[in-house]
């Protein structure tokens, strides 16, 4: 399974911070739960201050509760220090279910 998620971030500053330093964290802390990265971007067009990423889970996993897992584990508090949780303004996340004639499964 995959999930499209898009945050939304309150400046052009707090868009990079989080892209660059604490999203890169991430990478690492996601793959010791099995989550695997297969894109970050950042959009920026007419001011939109969004990182878009798609991540995929485990098979078999239940999306909602490994992301509650991950948020309260030490490794993403790590990920995220010095980081003003307040400057993302929105999270929107999309599941998605890859096609037979798809390159990425």
Sequence with gaps: MFQLRIYTLRSPDALQQYATVH???????????????HGVWTERIGGANRVV????????????????????????????????????VDVQTTLLAPTSFSPIR
């Design 53 to 88: 990423a798609l991540i995929g889970y485990p098979p078999g996993a239940d999306p909602d509760h490994l992301t509650r897992q991950i948020m309260a584990s030490p490794e993403f508090a790590d990920d995220m220090a010095g980081f003003d949780v307040g400057d993302i």
């Design 23 to 37: 999203w890169a964290r991430h990478l690492s802390t996601f793959t010791t739960f099995g989550v695997i990265t």
